[in-house]
């Protein structure tokens, strides 16, 4: 009798495909928890100040139907410093509709969002927040269907998306919630406020917002080894 051998990246997959918790992946994200009043109140302070553009076209998405982020925004605040960034200075400022500041020191490229908001910023790079950093918006009574997020992954390591709930109107009638697609099952987290939602985006997953208000999130990639989470 034949026997087939699963394929590695299907059980890795399977496996990496469910909700992350920040004591797994960086317990100093506790940080932003500890000063949550302080940064909203600067958050909804400098709101009108923000730029806010669509999702960086230099990703490639894999979604059914139409543009499954249509409703959806992000306020960039900062990204990790790189030759690339530095070398194509004026495509990041057109991509992201603000000024752009190198910071090699810190190790982070900046942008005039992260000036509006230095609590947060100054937060979120204690935290030891590097790759992708930013604030993302759902409008009121808007979905994001199921898709999937090509992030960067390599042999040994993947980059996992992290949101923590920064302005969520919650009720008990409205809301607003991420589900993920594994293996026929539907595990749902609800946004709340001060609250993290931790995930894989190469799983297929969608975002709903019943709300009539908008929810805000601050939303971040976490690069992590794939043996330190399997």
């Excluded at 030759?83 to 752009?100: A, C, F, G, P, S």
């Excluded at 910071?103 to 590097?130: F, M, S, W």
């Excluded at 109107?169 to 406020?193: I, Q, W």
Aim: aromatic share 14%.
């Amino acid at each position: 009798m034949l026997y087939f051998s699963p394929d590695p990246q299907y059980i890795v997959h399977n496996l990496m495909s469910r909700f992350y918790t920040i004591e797994e992946l960086n317990p100093d994200l506790k940080l932003l928890s500890d000063n949550y009043d302080s940064i909203k109140e600067e958050f909804i302070t400098n709101k009108d100040k923000l730029v806010w553009t669509n999702w960086s076209p230099n990703n490639t998405y894999v979604a059914p139907g139409n543009d499954p982020y249509e409703g959806w925004q992000i306020a960039g605040l900062y990204l990790e410093h790189g030759q690339h960034i530095v070398d194509n200075i004026d495509t990041y400022r057109k991509l992201y509709q603000t000024e752009v500041y190198p910071d090699p020191e810190r190790g982070i490229v900046y942008g005039d969002n992260a000036k509006a908001l230095p609590i947060l910023t100054d937060t979120a790079y204690k935290c030891g927040l590097r790759t992708r950093v930013g604030i993302s918006v759902v409008y009121p009574r808007k979905h994001i269907g199921w898709h999937t997020d090509n992030d960067p992954a390599t042999e040994d390591t993947v980059t996992l998306r992290g949101l923590w709930g920064l302005d969520v109107n919650s009720t008990d009638d409205e809301y607003a919630f991420l589900s993920l697609n594994v293996r026929g099952d539907m595990p749902t987290e609800h946004f709340e406020n001060n609250k993290f939602i931790m995930f894989w985006g190469r799983t297929t997953h969608m975002v709903y917002n019943t709300l009539t208000t908008p929810r805000y999130c601050l939303c971040f990639d976490i690069k992590v080894n794939i043996e330190d989470i399997l």
